[in-house]
Each structure stands twice: as C-alpha cells, then as structure tokens.
C-alpha cells in the first residue's frame, strides 16, 4: 500500500518549503535541523483549554536542569502519563508536543507530563535516559498534588521517545519500582539494526530516511559499539518478562517499523499483555503531525480509548 493522500500532500507541501539546494538534515548540523522544523509548530494550532497547566525544573542526575510541562484536563485526572516526545534524541521540545499533549489528555481524562530531557549531541546517552527517569520518578511522587490521588501511572512515547519509555518500564521493573499501569509505544526505536528490511524499503524514505537515523544514532550514541546496550537498544535486553502492558503501533512506510514489531512480538512471546496496531499507509512520524494529518486524530484516539479502558473501574 502507498501512502496516503493527505501524508503525500503534506510531503509535497514540505518539499516546495525547502529554499533550493538546501542540504538533506543528515548533512546539517544539530542547530540546523533544529530551526527547519520550528514553522510546524503554528499548523498544530492551540490545542483544547486544560483545567491546570504547571511548569516545573526538575534537577538532573550531573547537576544539570531540564523542565517539565503538567497538563491538567479537569479536576479530576484518572491517570498520570508521562510522554516522551520524539525528534532522534537530538530534535523537538515540549513546545512543539503541547498541542499533542493537550489533546492526550482531553480525550483520555489523563493528566500528561511533557518532558524535555536533554538533547544529544550536547547531552549523549545516558543523559536523556537519566533525565526521563528523573521525570518518572517526579510523577510518582506528585501523583496526588496531580491527580489528587494515587491514580494509575503510564508512560508513553514516540520514536526516540518510545525507546526512552521502553527503557523506563526495564528501570521501573528492575529496581521495584515505581509500579507502572502500562506503557504505550509509538513506532518506538527499539535497536540500533539498521540493516533490517523496512530500513531498505524505498518507500520507507519519505520522512525518515535511513541515513537520517544513522545521523541520529551517531550523535546520540557516538561509540557504535555502545549502541547495544540494553538502555540504547531495549530489544537486547535479556529479558522483557514482567514489563507493563503495552500499546504499540507502528507505521506502514516507517524505517522503524520492523524494530517496532519485532518488540512488540517479543514482548507477547516473553509473556506482556501487547495491542500492536500497525497504521496503514502512514510515514514515521504521523501520529505527531496534530491537525495536518487525519491519521494524527485516529490514533490519537486509539490511545486515549486504550487509557481510558485502562483506568476504568
């Protein structure tokens, strides 16, 4: 299956965007590819009211700070989530996830912490890892002064965000806590293979390129030979038995499709109560793309119905 019309839309719309002989992002600096995504933020739009937003800096692990951003629906949240927003360790902040943020939580009755943990090339791996713990860790804490009350805690994340939400279920299980509800996935980086065969499909390159993620890897991990470790690569832990269950979805024409699935299929296999929806005719990075994709609204959806069934009583 092709892509779908509104994602070639928007693909052709980005390219007619791009000033001629502008270099491919895996030629760019870090700063570079910073600005040539901060127009999309306006095509997002505002996002629904909130009961309560809070801003917080939490300390980090070297001495360092990063925020976090609270998002309160009603008076009443159901759950805390925290999200981990996407961008290959390197790209995005909390500004440009408001909108999905505010929209998470709307719909879920959940009340979301946005985190920007550190970036590589500046702050490499660990940081992001430890930075994201940190936030975990925050939001257990400050479940009642969130939620009023001990409500159930997730964590979820897209792209680099998703491994760093899959790594947290590994830390949370393996040092007894804090108790996670579930985990949700969004085409997760789950391994630093980029030799499967969704990374070779040509038509897997329209948003994420394969040598987009070798230049993410190379400055979030710079030792290649580091890049497996279990906290870089999730999917060579040793084990994913007893890890919250999870939602997971993937896209059709994604580079990280097949890491995504394989993940998903392991977890099922060692055990995890695992929903994978693969999206049909979606690119990485659809489900961020609020109010410029209709499949951005779909899974939005899907997610919010998976936390509310979730939390149910």
């Not at 502008?22 to 306006?42: F, I, V």
């Not at 970036?119 to 994201?132: C, G, L, N, R, W």
């Not at 279920?169 to 065969?197: I, K, S």
């Amino acid at each position: 299956m092709a892509l779908d019309r509104a994602s070639a839309i928007f693909l052709q719309e980005l390219a007619d965007s791009i000033p001629p002989g502008s270099p491919p992002m895996w030629e760019m600096t870090p700063a570079q590819a910073r600005a040539t995504g901060a127009d999309r933020r306006a095509r997002y739009g505002p996002g629904p009211d909130m009961h309560r937003v809070e801003e917080h800096v939490l300390d980090g692990h070297d001495g360092g700070a990063f925020r976090v951003r609270v998002l309160v629906p009603d008076a009443t949240p159901a759950a805390v989530l925290v999200h981990l927003h996407g961008g290959g360790w390197v790209l995005g902040d909390i500004d440009g996830y408001d909108t999905l943020g505010r929209l998470l939580a709307a719909r879920s009755g959940a009340a979301v912490v946005l985190v920007e943990y550190r970036k590589a090339p500046e702050y490499p791996f660990p940081t992001p890892v430890e930075d994201s713990w940190t936030a975990l860790q925050w939001a257990a804490e400050q479940r009642e002064a969130i939620a009023g009350g001990p409500v159930p805690l997730f964590v979820a994340g897209d792209s680099a965000g998703g491994n760093l939400a899959a790594v947290l279920t590994h830390r949370a299980r393996d040092r007894r806590g804090p108790e996670l509800a579930g985990q949700v996935l969004v085409y997760p980086v789950t391994d630093a293979d980029l030799t499967r065969p969704s990374y070779r499909e040509p038509e897997n390159q329209a948003f994420l390129p394969a040598d987009s993620m070798r230049w993410f890897w190379e400055h979030y991990v710079p030792e290649e030979g580091a890049r497996g470790h279990p906290e870089a690569s999730p999917l060579r832990a040793g084990s994913l038995g007893g890890l919250p269950p999870a939602l997971v979805i993937t896209a059709e024409h994604d580079v990280l499709r097949d890491e995504g699935e394989a993940y998903a299929r392991r977890l099922a296999a060692e055990g995890v109560s695992v929903v994978h929806h693969r999206w049909p005719g979606q690119m990485h990075a659809f489900f961020s793309l609020v109010n410029i994709l209709p499949a951005s609204a779909e899974a939005i959806d899907l997610v919010a119905d998976h936390l509310r069934e979730r939390t149910a009583p």
